[in-house]
Structures are given as structure tokens and as C-alpha cells.
T-cell receptor
Framework: DTAVSQTPKYLVTQMGNDKSIKCEQN?????MYWYKQDSKKFLKIMFS???????INETVPNRFSPKSPDKAHLNLHINSLELGDSAVYFC??????????????FGPGTRLTVL | AQSVTQPDIHITVSEGASLELRCNYS??????LFWYVQSPGQGLQLLLK??????LVQGIKGFEAEFKRSQSSFNLRKPSVHWSDAAEYFC???????????FGKGTMLLVSP
């Protein structure tokens, strides 16, 4: 059983297009995240949602819009794709408890290539 | 803001030899510390984590890490490396009580026969 799944695994598209990446977790977690891994393998948090509400929004262009229809899903929509958006995007989830940190479980990643 | 430094971009180790990957963090208090491994084309898997208590923590796949407060370090070790350990290793920190992870830039481990 896949804990955190992402679709698609690979995405190749032209500049200017709009695309979406989907993420689903079956762990019952209340918090989900999107990370971006650039060509140098550097991982950086983009967004975090807790119980379908946005709680962290790092400095990300507003062309990126996360949407959480329910606690188990966090989708990432990207408008007007640019070359610099080419990266691997990872979804993750965790169960946040007060005064405790819980492990983040990562999806397999979506490799986005913008031509 | 917290930061994580992994000074080695890549390391080559002979199979069967010991391994130590370095990680230093910058944070006002003791953060939660993690090591993740990313195999080629795969997502990230948690190897081990430190919250408090014993400063030597054991993880999966025979890895361990030692937290040294005086050096702000959390180095990853393995006594005998296997070829299947070749991967990218990421050190990460999170402030107590929050779930945002700040990652280091990773260390690529190459294992030679």
C-alpha cells in the first residue's frame, strides 16, 4: 500500500502551459506539504496545509496555487510554466501534535520538465 | 532562521569501509534533527531522528548518528558500507513543535568495489 502517492511521475510540457500535480496520502495525517528539489538537489519547502488550511507559504510565485479538497489530498497547480520551474516536486505528509514532531512521509516525486 | 550545512558534496567510500557524513546546524535552541536518504529516482526515506535524550541514535539500515550540542553537529555514521548504500543523504532540522523541515544541500555517497 502506497502511503503518499503523486501523479504524474513525469511531466514534460511547454513554457506558458498550465499543469497540475496531484498528491494523496492514506496515512490519516492532518498536515501535507509540497517541496521543490532543484537541479542541484536542494530541497525547499513551498507550502504546508493543516486540516485543509494553508499554514506555510514560502516565497513562491503566485503562479503556484496549492489546493486541498480534503485532508488526504493536496494538489499543486502551476500557471504559465517557466523554464525555471523545472524540478522534482515532492509531496509529504505528517501528523502534527503539540510539543512533538512527527515524521514526514514523502511521496516518490514528480519530475517536471519545462521546454 | 535555522540553517543546515553539509560540507561534503560527495564522498566515495570502499565497500566494507566505515562512513561518516557531516552535518552542522545553526539554530537558537536544540532543534529536531533528521537524516533522510534518497536513492536514485526515489523519494526520501527517514533514516533516523533526534528529539532529546540519548545523543547517539540508531536508525534503519545499520545507520547511527550522534548529536553534539557543543559542535552543533549531527553526523551520520555506518561501520561497514554496502554497495546498496550509494545514494544522496540529506540532513534536516525542524524547530521544536513545528513540522517545517529545513534541509541541507545533501551529500552524494558513492561506494567503490
Amino acid at each position: 500500500d502506497t502511503a503518499v502517492s503523486q501523479t504524474p511521475k513525469y511531466l514534460v510540457t511547454q513554457m506558458g502551459n498550465d499543469k497540475s500535480i496531484k498528491c494523496e496520502q492514506n496515512l490519516g495525517h492532518d498536515t501535507m506539504y509540497w517541496y521543490k528539489q532543484d537541479s542541484k538537489k536542494f530541497l525547499k519547502i513551498m507550502f504546508s496545509y493543516n486540516n485543509k488550511e494553508l499554514i506555510i507559504n514560502e516565497t513562491v510565485p503566485n503562479r503556484f496555487s496549492p489546493k486541498s479538497p480534503d485532508k488526504a489530498h493536496l494538489n499543486l497547480h502551476i500557471n504559465s510554466l517557466e523554464l525555471g520551474d523545472s524540478a522534482v516536486y515532492f509531496c509529504a505528509s505528517s501528523q502534527v501534535r503539540e510539543r512533538s514532531y512527527n515524521e514526514q512521509f514523502f511521496g516518490p516525486g514528480t519530475r517536471l520538465t519545462v521546454l | 532562521a535555522q540553517s543546515v550545512t553539509q560540507p561534503d558534496i560527495h564522498i566515495t567510500v570502499s565497500e566494507g569501509a566505515s562512513l561518516e557524513l557531516r552535518c552542522n546546524y545553526s539554530y537558537g535552541a536544540t532543534p529536531y534533527l533528521f537524516w533522510y536518504v534518497q536513492s536514485p529516482g526515489q523519494g526520501l526515506q527517514l533514516l533516523l531522528k533526534y528529539f532529546s535524550g540519548d545523543t547517539l541514535v540508531q536508525g534503519i539500515k545499520g545507520f547511527e548518528a550522534e548529536f553534539k550540542r557543543s559542535q552543533s553537529s549531527f553526523n551520520l555514521r555506518k561501520p561497514s558500507v554496502h554497495w546498496s548504500d550509494a545514494a544522496e543523504y540529506f540532513c534536516a532540522v525542524a524547530p521544536s513543535g513545528y513540522s517545517t523541515l529545513t534541509f541541507g544541500k545533501g551529500t552524494m555517497l558513492l561506494v567503490s568495489p
